[in-house]
């Protein structure tokens, strides 16, 4: 009754037309933002935290989640249109459905991933209803030796998940972060970690500024040097969602969404592994007559990734809401938006911020209506940005990086801590570092330290037997733990 | 450099019909069995030198609440995850291949790359960019009966820079450039200090 009473308080906020407007807003910048060839939903989310500084806590979640929910399907658009993926989780829907669009069936394509995008951004939601008060039972049970260990695996399996078949590569990149992450005062005893006698430095290093160089400025330094000439787009023909069509593709759909959900709570892992992973899983599920369609322009394995990729954002937002962890970078920089509209995520969040999870899972909604609609309004207008040259558009990032830095804290410390950021992003992508696992460990770095301090102190007359036999979710995450460092090593490592 | 993007996308392409798992962000396609030596390298001395200074950190209580505690764990790791890195590159292409060419003939052949000076390029206008922006503090105010006008250091200095990086890589007329950068610099810093209440770089 009383959770019924919150939902309907927090519903009153969601549909204020001004939250309903930022939200439009949000997902209209969102699509605009996956459409552009080489703008990722993960450059969006990271150069858009600093606009939300000036929103209130409500609205910031709103137009977060909007921005979220509406690039994870703009990718589609170019995809099917010029045939390069706006964003890279949109490759399988740019085989497909830019073959469907040389066939003069671009619009049914594109109808087919807004209404593939809906369905899994649904399925995503539900599942996130669903799961999160287990996890949240499951999470209150969890002290300071079970938060290490689960933030430890966050950074373990984010570094696997994120590099392929170089998991080493992921997992030093996680531990680097782990050790920016420990720049400042000590929580503990307020001693200065690697602060080299800079008074500055004993703050701490912010996540954000972080996000913003080496998901923004690094992102600028790849593409931008890149001489290429604007994509030619396909005809669009009428954008049908194809309803009936869809229906013969439910169980598609409810698989790829299923899929997609897990694929987000696993962190590190995002809509690139999600729609990855569901279009191959697609193309062995698939009817022999149906199957000769893929890679040629099938319908079916549109859906597949569509829905996969889309039921991701749900998927993300359940560890990072529940564990404080997020599921992939993207998550990362919602994370960072209810952080600094002072929402303590975690296990604690339903007592410490009472409604806000309801408050996410109508905005969910909201920005999913939002997107179903604005995606076939924004379907032509798209098509006359992908006119614009690249060497256009990216200069034009550059003050907006510098602005989200510096409107974070007001201080300009922040914005050299961008550049050397996005510089040092530049060099570990050259290098073939992934850069998740980075953002992910100095989130956190604090936590895993804090919480490891203490358990050790509780654990100082204990035997190792006695930790093992009296703390059983700890051992089974020691387990999991070990598990991922062994798959990464042992098992992919033969792949290579 | 448009090849290097399109066969990026191709990789993937590539990979999604073999069923390969690349990962989140891709695979180490744009590694070399050298650049994965000297990453090993720098790992491990990175490694090293945070476990030196976790030691350093003292220890103000009991050993189990030390502030080096978990940085000297973070560092010991890293000096391990270098010496397997060393080690997988080594067995997949050999300790020849690994320390093949000097260094200076590498940097030589990257200096030689057209795309990779326009990268140096761009990293020295932005740092420029970044460095003259934190040092200036101006805030220009025109009041009418409408709206305050405010001209400050941000766009002061960003109208400039975006002007000429859009020069540099867009290649259009000096007008066009001009207007594109005045034109986004005004209306970002409008829509940041109007809009939405949010102080900009420069005392704006």
Same mark, same amino acid.
């Given at each position: 009754m009383f959770e019924l009473q919150e939902v309907i308080a927090q519903a009153a906020i969601a549909f204020q037309p001004w939250m309903i407007f930022v939200c439009l807003i949000g997902v209209t910048l969102g699509i605009l933002w996956g459409a552009m060839p080489g703008l990722s939903t993960t450059m969006a989310m990271a150069l858009l935290i600093g606009l939300s500084v000036g929103m209130s806590q409500h609205v910031a979640i709103m137009f977060m989640l909007g921005v979220y929910t509406g690039s994870v399907f703009g990718g589609a658009i170019s995809a099917v249109l010029i045939n390069i993926p706006g964003t890279p989780d949109a490759v399988p829907t740019m085989i497909e459905g830019h073959a469907l669009a040389k066939r003069g069936e671009g619009g049914l394509a594109l109808g087919t991933a807004i209404m593939g995008s809906f369905m899994g951004n649904w399925i995503g939601i539900i599942l996130l209803i669903a799961f999160i008060p287990a996890i949240l039972f499951l999470a209150l049970q969890f002290r300071s030796w079970e938060m290490f260990l689960l933030s430890m695996w966050g950074i373990a399996i984010c570094g696997s998940m994120s590099a392929g078949d170089m998991p080493i590569k992921g997992w030093i990149s996680g531990w680097i972060g782990l050790l920016i992450s420990f720049v400042g005062l000590d929580a503990i005893h307020g001693v200065p970690r690697f602060t080299f006698g800079v008074r500055i430095l004993e703050d701490g290093i912010s996540y954000i500024p972080l996000l913003i160089g080496l998901f923004g400025l690094t992102e600028i330094l790849k593409v931008l040097p890149q001489y290429s000439p604007p994509g030619i787009p396909s005809e669009v023909g009428k954008i049908v969602p194809p309803m009936?069509?869809?229906?013969?593709?439910?169980?598609?759909?409810?698989?790829?969404?299923?899929? /997609?959900?897990?694929?987000?709570?696993?962190?590190?892992?995002?809509?690139?592994? &999600?729609?990855?992973?569901?279009?191959?899983?697609?193309?062995?599920?698939? #009817?022999? $007559? $149906?199957?000769?369609?893929?890679? #040629? !322009?099938?319908? @079916?394995?549109? =859906?597949?990734? $569509? =829905?996969?990729?889309?039921?991701?954002? !749900?998927?993300?937002?359940?560890?990072?809401?529940?564990?404080?962890?997020?599921?992939?970078?993207?998550?990362?920089?919602?994370?960072?938006?209810? $952080?600094? #509209?002072?929402?303590? =995520?975690?296990?604690?969040?339903?007592? @410490?911020?009472?409604?806000?999870?309801?408050?996410?899972?109508? /905005?969910?909604?909201?920005?999913?209506?939002?997107?179903?609609?604005? &995606?076939?309004?924004?379907?032509k207008p798209c098509v006359k940005l992908f006119s614009l040259p690249r060497t256009l558009l990216m200069p034009l990032i550059i003050p907006i990086c510098v602005m989200g830095a510096f409107a974070v804290s007001l201080n300009y410390f922040d914005v050299y801590l961008m550049f050397i950021a996005g510089i040092a992003g530049y060099i570990l992508h050259r290098f073939g570092f992934p850069l998740a696992p980075m953002v992910l460990a100095v989130i956190l770095g604090p936590l895993a330290d804090e919480n490891l301090r203490r358990a050790l102190l509780v654990f100082e007359d204990r035997t190792f037997w006695w930790i093992i036999s009296e703390r059983p979710i700890g051992t089974i995450l020691i387990v999991i733990v070990l598990y991922t460092f062994y798959d990464g090593i042992f098992r992919r490592g033969k792949t290579a | 450099m448009a090849d290097e993007k399109k066969s990026g996308i191709e990789a993937d392409v590539e990979s999604l019909e073999k069923g390969v798992f690349t990962g989140e962000e891709g695979g180490d396609e744009r590694s070399s069995p050298r650049k994965d030596f000297i990453a090993s390298v720098t790992v491990a001395a990175l490694g090293i030198f945070a476990m030196i200074l976790s030691v350093r950190l003292g220890n103000p209580e009991s050993i189990y609440t030390a502030p080096g505690v978990l940085p000297f764990i973070t560092g010991a790791c890293l000096v391990v995850m270098a010496i397997g890195l060393f080690l997988k590159t080594k067995r997949r292409y050999g300790l020849d291949e690994m320390l093949a060419g000097d260094s200076l003939r590498a940097a030589g052949n990257y200096l030689s790359d057209p795309e990779a000076r326009r990268t140096l390029a761009l990293m020295g206008v932005i740092f420029a960019y970044v460095m003259i922006l934190g040092q200036t503090d101006l805030d220009w105010r025109f009041k009418t009966a409408f709206y305050a006008f405010r001209f400050s250091g941000f766009e002061l200095i960003s109208i400039p820079f975006i002007f000429f990086i859009l020069r540099f890589f867009w290649r259009s007329t000096l007008l066009n450039c001009f207007l594109v950068a005045t034109g986004i610099v005004v209306f970002l810093a409008v829509v940041f200090r109007d809009g939405f209440q949010i102080l900009l770089p420069g005392a704006g």
């Open positions: 009936k069509k869809l229906i013969g593709y439910t169980r598609t759909a409810v698989r790829s969404g299923i899929v /997609g959900t897990i694929i987000g709570a696993i962190p590190g892992a995002g809509a690139n592994v &999600a729609s990855f992973l569901s279009y191959d899983i697609g193309r062995r599920r698939a #009817k022999p $007559e $149906e199957r000769k369609k893929w890679g #040629k !322009g099938s319908y @079916e394995a549109i =859906v597949s990734a $569509e =829905v996969a990729n889309n039921a991701n954002v !749900g998927g993300s937002m359940l560890p990072t809401l529940t564990l404080g962890i997020p599921g992939n970078a993207a998550a990362a920089a919602i994370l960072a938006a209810l $952080e600094m #509209k002072n929402v303590v =995520v975690g296990p604690t969040i339903q007592t @410490e911020n009472p409604g806000i999870i309801f408050f996410i899972y109508i /905005g969910l909604i909201i920005a999913n209506f939002l997107m179903y609609f604005m &995606a076939i309004a924004l379907i | -």
